[in-house]
């Protein structure tokens, strides 16, 4: 079937112009949702388990009856009613719920549009507007978060618009846990959308500047950063070059990095698709990062990245980090055939089976058949800016490592990624003669595992878990395992290399270099800390 062109969605699906808000306002808003109880926590209390679980999956009825028994004097029903779940309230109970701001001030601000002035006169949401609750490794943090109406707002089977703005999803919390908190002076979030990123980076940067290609996901920030009582530096522009010239301390981005065919009839979306071939876009930011980065500044990124016949994805992704002159650590989480990935997307931009569905999933294969795709790798990417020398070069070599890592991780990662930044740092200064003189524990997450077979007198295979971090397992022989256990702060590494050759009636030198590289990847990976 020939692709056509995509329907796009009635005028009056969402506003003609992002929310605004201006002077107080902001803050009268702001007041009148903390009063509320409108939180996550309160809209959970409020549904309960089964229909929380149940709207999470796109179900709405459960949650529908739930906000509705509520009545219309429970703020936190009639918030929920009007803004996630898309139904219309009472003109009255919107102004009770939000008395500063009211429903004439709601719908001068772009949220809400009236049908009339009087009391049981309808109002409904005119945008998506949402609680929103994380931790990352500064704490706790919750704001309210405004973009697009979702598809089920816009009405079965309606198509996303291409220029759809997207509120916070599975992606975009991911990044938040990911980032790194400790405190600098500028961050940039590139590909900002509805400003997610930049209000976590708000917490530890004294600057944040935030670009988008899209007017409208910048009209988004702009009020999602207002309703917070942020101040944001906004610029519209592709990637890297709204900030040409410029070196933050770190930058942080959730990039538009949906691998779209370039086809006639192929709809794109502007929070998702960069207009690239392939999977450039994320090439195109891993390469020019170092470009805007500080001498030891980082930057943590997701990505996708195309599985090619006769090359390695890990040559692949391995050819962008030498490409940027920076250290860099990519994690692949989650790999995907190619009709499973189209599928994904296709069904992402509202697409129901049938078949313009199917001639769009042909678009996609035919597009990675030209290219010899036969996976989609989908994960994370960590960059950093070796600090420089006298001569103003980097004072040592780069480093990288490309792996896959696979299993939840819902923890932050944030704390863990500088602690690896830094552990490297550290171990580049650090020649053997020096760790042998060290000092080190054993993390605090850390436990030993010992299997053995009954009746067996040792172990046959000991295992050094970590309880943080990307929970990594380390298969450790009799000689490292020993060396771990030993490490209580107390006695030097060389100290306890001797003390082992001796035990195990072996060459000093032998077992010297066959352990301190085995110490420095624990090191690295956060199982033992300096003391």
């Given at each position: ?5 995509q329907?796009?969605?009635a ?10 808000l201006?002077?107080g306002?902001a803050?009268?808003?702001r ?11 309160g809209?959970a209390?409020?549904l309960g388990?089964?229909?929380?679980a149940?709207?999470r999956?796109d ?5 529908r009856?739930?906000a ?7 703020p936190?029903?009639?918030l929920?009613?009007l803004f996630l ?5 009472p003109?009255a109970a ?5 008395p500063?701001?009211a429903?004439a ?5 772009g949220?809400?549009?009236a049908a009339?002035?009087?009391?049981d006169d ?8 949402r609680p ?5 490794a ?11 109406l979702?598809e089920?707002?816009?009405g079965?089977g309606?198509?996303?618009p ?5 509120g916070?999803g599975?992606a975009s919390a991911?990044l938040a846990?990911l980032?790194v908190?400790t405190?600098?002076?500028?961050v940039?979030?590139?590909g900002?959308?509805s400003?997610?990123q930049?209000?976590?980076a708000?917490?530890?940067?004294r ?5 988008d290609?899209?007017?409208?996901a ?5 009020f999602?950063a ?6 944001l530096?906004?610029?519209r ?9 410029e ?15 370039r086809a006639?009839?192929v709809?794109?979306?502007e929070?998702r698709?960069?207009?690239?071939v392939g999977?450039?876009?994320v090439r195109?930011?891993v390469?020019?990062a170092?470009?805007?980065l500080?001498?030891g500044g980082s930057?943590?990124?997701?990505g ?5 016949a006769?090359?390695g994805?890990r ?6 980090l030498d490409d940027?002159g920076?250290d ?8 995907m ?8 997307w ?5 697409q129901r089976?049938?078949?313009?569905a199917?001639?769009l999933?042909g678009a996609w294969?035919?597009?990675?058949a030209a290219r ?8 994370f990417v960590v960059l950093?800016?070796?600090?420089a020398?006298p001569s ?5 070599p ?6 896959e890592?696979?299993?939840?991780l819902e923890?932050p990662l944030?704390?863990?990624v500088a602690?690896?930044?830094?552990a ?5 200064a650090?020649?053997?003669?020096a760790?042998?003189a ?5 993390a605090?997450?850390v436990t030993?595992?010992r ?6 007198g040792g172990p046959r295979?000991?295992l050094l878990?970590a ?6 397992v380390?298969a450790?022989g009799t000689?490292?395992?020993g060396?771990?256990g030993?490490?209580d ?5 060389g100290q306890v290399v001797?003390?082992?050759a001796?035990?195990?009636d072996?060459d ?6 066959e352990l ?7 090191l690295e990976?956060?199982l033992l800390?300096w003391a």
């Amino acid at each position: 079937m020939p692709l056509t062109a995509q329907p796009a969605p009635a005028t009056t699906a969402r506003p003609p112009r992002p929310p605004q808000l201006a002077g107080g306002s902001a803050a009268a808003l702001r007041s009148d949702l903390e009063r509320s109880g409108w939180t996550v926590d309160g809209v959970a209390a409020l549904l309960g388990d089964v229909a929380e679980a149940a709207l999470r999956r796109d179900s709405l009825l459960p949650a529908r009856r739930a906000a509705a028994a509520a009545g219309d004097g429970d703020p936190v029903g009639v918030l929920t009613r009007l803004f996630l779940l898309s139904e219309p309230v009472p003109r009255a109970a919107l102004d009770a719920a939000l008395p500063a701001t009211a429903a004439a001030g709601a719908a001068a601000h772009g949220l809400v549009e009236a049908a009339g002035a009087a009391p049981d006169d309808p109002v409904r949401a005119v945008v998506d507007l949402r609680p929103h609750a994380a931790q990352d490794a500064l704490g706790e943090v919750a704001w309210w978060v405004a973009s697009d109406l979702g598809e089920h707002a816009l009405g079965d089977g309606t198509p996303l618009p291409p220029e759809h703005v997207l509120g916070i999803g599975g992606a975009s919390a991911s990044l938040a846990r990911l980032a790194v908190r400790t405190p600098v002076h500028r961050v940039l979030d590139v590909g900002t959308g509805s400003g997610v990123q930049a209000l976590h980076a708000s917490r530890h940067a004294r600057s944040v500047t935030a670009t988008d290609t899209s007017a409208r996901a910048l009209g988004f920030a702009a009020f999602n950063a207002a309703l917070a009582g942020v101040e944001l530096d906004l610029r519209r522009g592709s990637l890297l070059e709204p900030v040409a010239g410029e070196r933050f301390d770190q930058v942080v981005s959730n990039p538009p990095f949906v691998v779209t065919p370039r086809a006639a009839g192929v709809p794109g979306w502007e929070y998702r698709d960069g207009g690239l071939v392939g999977d450039e876009v994320v090439r195109r930011l891993v390469v020019g990062a170092g470009g805007v980065l500080a001498p030891g500044g980082s930057a943590q990124l997701l990505g996708n990245w195309e599985h090619r016949a006769g090359e390695g994805w890990r040559d692949r992704v391995q050819g962008w980090l030498d490409d940027s002159g920076l250290d860099g650590w990519v994690v692949q989480r989650e790999v995907m055939d190619p009709a499973h990935y189209a599928e994904t997307w296709i069904r992402d931009g509202g697409q129901r089976p049938g078949p313009q569905a199917d001639a769009l999933l042909g678009a996609w294969l035919d597009d990675f058949a030209a290219r010899g795709v036969e996976a989609v790798g989908l994960g994370f990417v960590v960059l950093h800016a070796p600090a420089a020398g006298p001569s103003g070069a980097a004072a040592r070599p780069r480093w990288s490592r490309v792996e896959e890592v696979t299993g939840p991780l819902e923890r932050p990662l944030g704390e863990h990624v500088a602690a690896v930044l830094s552990a490297r740092e550290r171990l580049a200064a650090t020649d053997d003669a020096a760790l042998l003189a060290a000092r080190l524990r054993v993390a605090d997450d850390v436990t030993e595992e010992r299997h053995a077979r009954p009746g067996e007198g040792g172990p046959r295979a000991v295992l050094l878990r970590a309880g943080g971090g990307l929970g990594r397992v380390v298969a450790a022989g009799t000689a490292l395992a020993g060396l771990v256990g030993a490490c209580d702060g107390e006695l030097q590494v060389g100290q306890v290399v001797q003390a082992l050759a001796v035990l195990l009636d072996v060459d000093a030198g032998a077992l010297r270099a066959e352990l301190l590289p085995q110490v420095r990847g624990l090191l690295e990976d956060g199982l033992l800390l300096w003391a």
